[in-house]
């Protein structure tokens, strides 16, 4: 394939030989105007274009269509997100997903589970939409059994060290190599240096699911902010997160933020309203808006994809595209320890994207994953 580098900007030919990048060549000129950079890796997504992980509903014919829809936006990795609910829905989503692995390339797209609670902050604010009659504090028992349907599948764990029990259940799964998030919290700033001691180290989207009201000097983001062992997943799409504040971690861990969309999957569908499972009447703009139809205020949820974060970030300046393009694929995988095969490099594995950019939307022309061709625009 042929086009502009994403981030030198130099006109390249990319070859592969099976799944690995064998070749980059620079070449005089293209026979058309595409980019081509690393394909996108979401950490965090509980749904897509009317489908959603944690719906009683939902059976492994979802689980590949979410992958097909995800790989129309450029993802060539993602972590389903299953968030709080009954130990039977936890169970009956995880092995949903799990049953998804036998085909192939969905094997392949699908890095992980993602398990966001249910062993989060009761409060309400920082325990978001996550519904509170089933968060609980941590339990060993209870997620080894989860991790034993997953057959080991479970690789990044939300949870908020406000509990007792919070330290030496971090610590234990960082030691079987599951990566550990804070999030939904109202952790003391001494619980965070806790879980970070104990080996958390990512900050599930920062600045989201917290209180209105915080105190202005001692508080969780600050702590969060200020610890060099977290890194920070935040969700730039325009809504759940002002342009200032977006400046402000951006400037503050530079090359340690990650974009995710959390996507819900109210995401990539026509405005309108409609009944969330967990959100009850919600209603979606024109530009893409998901909020509570009763109180227009509060957000319900993201309904963007990752590729919509990017050209966000993008468009209004807040970054390079080639930066915002690197928190979305490099960066994610950087952050869960597993970056070494991945990027727009010879000898990396072929996860790729290739788009135009057209009056600053940017068109996915054709996702490829391991090698692969996965989707082609028509
Ligand atoms: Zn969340």
Redesign the pocket.
């Known amino acids: 394939m042929e086009g502009l580098h994403y981030k030198s900007l130099k006109t390249i030919r990319v070859d592969i030989e099976q799944d690995i990048i064998s070749n980059i060549a620079e070449i005089k000129s293209s026979k058309n105007n595409y980019w081509i950079a690393p394909g996108l890796v979401d950490l965090q997504v509980n749904g897509f274009r009317g489908k959603d992980f944690n719906q009683e509903d939902t059976n492994i014919e979802d689980v590949e269509l979410i992958t097909k829809y995800l790989w129309e936006t450029g993802v060539t990795t993602y972590f389903p997100t299953l968030?709080t609910n009954s130990d039977a829905n936890i169970r009956h989503s995880i092995k949903n997903i799990v049953h998804a692995f036998k085909e192939k390339s969905i094997k392949e797209t699908i890095g992980g589970i993602h398990l966001?609670g249910p062993f989060l902050s009761k409060e309400n604010g920082p325990r978001?939409a996550h519904p509170l009659e089933f968060i609980q504090a941590p339990n060993w028992d209870l997620f080894c059994k989860w991790q034993e349907i997953a057959e080991g599948k479970i690789k990044m764990i939300?949870l908020s060290p406000e509990w007792l029990a919070s330290t030496a259940f971090i610590s234990k799964c960082v030691d079987r190599g599951v990566v550990v998030a804070i999030?939904?919290t109202a952790a003391s700033p001494a619980q965070i240096q806790e879980a970070v001691a104990a080996g958390a180290s990512i900050s599930?989207?920062l600045g989201?699911?917290t209180h209105a009201m915080l105190p202005r000097h001692s508080n969780y983001i600050w702590e969060q902010l200020a610890s060099e062992g977290l890194w920070s997943t935040i969700i730039a799409d325009g809504f759940h997160l002002p342009d200032s504040l977006l400046k402000v971690l951006l400037k503050v861990k530079p090359e340690m933020t990650v974009l995710v969309s959390?996507a819900t999957k109210f995401a990539g569908m026509k405005p309108g309203r409609y009944h969330s499972h967990i959100g009850g009447d919600i209603e979606l703009d024109q530009q893409g808006r998901l909020f509570m139809k009763d109180s227009p205020d509060f957000l319900a949820g993201s309904a963007k994809s990752l590729l919509d974060c990017i050209e966000n970030l993008s468009n209004r300046q807040i970054t390079s595209l080639a930066k915002a393009i690197d928190m979305a694929s490099i960066k994610a995988l950087e952050a869960i320890k597993a970056r070494p095969s991945f990027g727009l490099e010879i000898g990396k594995k072929a996860d790729l994207m290739v788009f135009e950019q057209v009056e600053g939307k940017i068109n996915i022309v054709q996702t490829i994953k391991a090698g692969k061709i996965v989707y082609s625009r028509t």
Do not use: P, R, V, W
Request: hydrophobic share 20%; proline share 0%; aromatic share 0%.
């Open positions: 968030i966001e978001g939300t999030g939904h599930t989207h989201n699911a959390d």
